[in-house]
């Protein structure tokens, strides 16, 4: 049974860091590809970024760029998402997928927030 499951989500502060996790079982993680997506209240679930299977091959939408970073071990079975310079446009769910083996996977999501 595949599971994910994020983690390192919480209160961070406007300019501020965070890094998000998301641990991966249960599936041939080497041969997946990861993202990271997000949903704010109210709006339509939207990509953040995504990583090919050996973690050279990164894409970004325009309001990560350059904030955030994606990125994966694949030792650990862990996929990361280091968001930098923190705006009060980032605050949502924060959900990790997979993509493996032509099966499309999700994790529960954790909640970021920004603090004043």
């Known amino acids: 049974q595949v599971q994910l499951v994020e983690s390192g989500g919480g209160w961070v502060q406007s300019g501020g860091s965070l890094r998000l996790s998301c641990a991966a079982s249960?599936?041939?993680?080497?041969?997946?590809?990861m993202s990271w997506y997000r949903q704010a209240p109210g709006q339509e679930r939207e990509m953040v970024a995504h990583?090919?299977?050996?973690?050279?091959?990164?894409s970004y939408e325009p309001f990560a760029q350059g904030r955030f970073t994606i990125s994966r071990a694949n030792i650990k079975n862990t996929f990361y998402l280091r968001m930098t310079d923190f705006k009060p446009e980032d605050p949502a769910v924060y959900f990790c997928?997979?993509?493996?083996?032509?099966?499309?996977?999700w994790g529960k999501g954790t909640l970021v927030a920004v603090s004043s």
């Open positions: 997928r997979v993509l493996a083996l032509g099966s499309n996977y």
């Open positions: 990583i090919g299977f050996t973690g050279d091959a990164t």
């Open positions: 249960g599936l041939s993680f080497s041969e997946a590809v």
